[in-house]
């Protein structure tokens, strides 16, 4: 007997850093620990992620390049990209199904 599949393949989407990724059993569901993936990456470059908050010195250029290898459903590379939006981002997956889904996520 095959275990339920989690509810966001069952409706297609998740909730990722406030914004709805669709995802397909080809691409990993987006987990909430994740987020902290893109806080971490907007506090080196200066950026606030917490209303109220000072954010703390640039150690990232403006323009950096950020590169997210196995990004299935684009989720970090999309958000990165939205947050940052002068950075370079690129995204790459051994899976041509994941980046289908990540290519309809951007």
Sequence with gaps: MNAPSPKAYNIGYQDFYGRDFIVSPD??????????????????AGKSYLPGVKPKEAVLAEKCKILDVGTGSGCIAVTLKLELPEAQIAASDVSELALKVAQENA
Excluded at 27 to 44: C, G, K, S
């Design 27 to 44: 691409v990993l569901i987006p987990r909430p620990e994740t987020e902290m993936m893109i806080d971490t990456v907007l506090d080196l």
